[in-house]
């Protein structure tokens, strides 16, 4: 007789040594040039457009790949498939910006790397896949909270930290309390064949 658990999500935490610096700098410009770009799943925010093909971003595309390749074998992807970057976005959440429920339909992995994050700036909460989770198990029938029972999971960024999960895991983010913007990347990965370089 053994416990199996099953349809687990993974959620990779990485602390990755990227020079922060000229990505915030670069952000910050871009925005000057797009200040009222509220789009995707922002709430009194701002998004960029697909930054993916800006070489600004090589050394962080460059640690994303690196730390991506270990999901890879976790979910036993063909060895005919390849990994790519499909799209790549800031974000900047000042005071008040938050981020709606969503995942990332159309794409295999995503992921966020936080630039700039003061305390109580937002976290990031992870939702049960199972939509009724919560009915089942909650503060009336759960003692301690653990892995398993648990119907969300927050994490609180800072900078410098990379996550990696399956893009149907729902999320979103709390508002940002504090009195400076919150800036992030956040991406998509997605399988390509490896001969056709054809989406899957």
């Known amino acids: 007789m053994s416990n199996q658990i099953w349809f687990g999500t993974v959620i990779k935490e990485v602390d990755l040594n990227v020079n922060v610096n000229p990505l915030i700098d670069f952000i910050y410009n871009l925005k000057k040039d797009l200040p009222n770009n509220e789009i995707g799943s922002s709430i009194d925010a701002w998004q960029s457009p697909d930054l993916s093909d800006n070489v600004v971003f090589n050394d962080l595309k460059e640690n994303i790949f690196n730390h991506a390749d270990d999901m ?33 339909p159309g794409a295999t992995f995503s992921g966020v790397f936080y630039l700039k994050v ?5 976290d990031i ?5 199972a939509v009724n989770h919560n009915y089942h198990f909650n503060v009336h029938t759960v003692s301690l909270w653990n892995n398993i029972n648990s119907g969300a999971k927050n994490i609180t960024p800072k900078v410098g930290k990379l996550l990696l999960f399956p893009s149907y895991q729902y999320h979103y983010v709390k508002p940002n309390q504090s009195n400076e913007d919150r800036i992030s990347i956040a991406f998509n990965l997605s399988l390509i064949n490896i001969n056709t370089n054809t989406n899957t």
């Not at 970057?85 to 709606?100: D, E, K």
């Not at 003061?118 to 937002?122: A, C, D, I, L, R």
């Not at 909460?125 to 896949?129: D, K, L």
């Open 118 to 122: 003061p305390e109580k700036s937002g």
């Open 125 to 129: 909460v992870f939702t049960h896949p």
């Open 72 to 104: 890879f074998e976790l979910f036993n992807i063909n060895k005919n498939k390849q990994l790519v970057i499909s799209n790549m976005w800031a974000g900047i959440n000042p005071r008040g910006g938050s981020n709606t429920l969503h995942n990332h």
